[in-house]
């Protein structure tokens, strides 16, 4: 299920994704999805954490898979060479 958020200063909303933790990436990619950069990375104020936004497609299918920082995920994101943007 998505989530309406408001961008900081705007009155424009976006979809985003429920946070998940690396195994459900990883689950995720098992399933044939692939990634495509760059991940953008984003500080969620309000739980004082930060959130890597990650582009995955299964075929023509886009979905976002965003996952909450950790020293694993700062490891998959060197060890599959994955450009970060902040967003």
Same mark, same amino acid.
């Given at each position: 299920?998505?989530? $309406? =958020?408001?961008?900081?200063?705007?009155? $424009?909303?976006?979809?985003?994704?429920?946070?998940?933790?690396?195994?459900?990436? %990883?689950?995720? !990619?098992?399933?044939?999805?692939? #990634?495509?950069?760059?991940?953008?990375? =984003? =500080?969620? +104020?309000?739980?004082? $954490?930060? #959130?890597?936004?990650?582009?995955?497609?299964?075929? +023509?299918?886009? +979905?976002?898979?965003?996952? &909450?920082? &950790?020293?694993?995920? %700062? %490891?998959?994101?060197?060890?599959?060479? !994955?450009?970060?943007?902040?967003?």
């Amino acid at each position: 299920m998505a989530i $309406r =958020t408001t961008l900081e200063g705007g009155a $424009r909303s976006r979809m985003s994704s429920p946070v998940v933790g690396l195994p459900e990436l %990883q689950a995720h !990619l098992e399933e044939g999805w692939n #990634i495509e950069g760059p991940v953008y990375r =984003t =500080t969620d +104020r309000k739980h004082g $954490r930060v #959130i890597f936004h990650f582009i995955t497609w299964y075929g +023509r299918t886009p +979905r976002v898979v965003s996952v &909450a920082d &950790a020293p694993e995920v %700062q %490891q998959f994101l060197n060890d599959h060479k !994955l450009e970060v943007e902040e967003s």
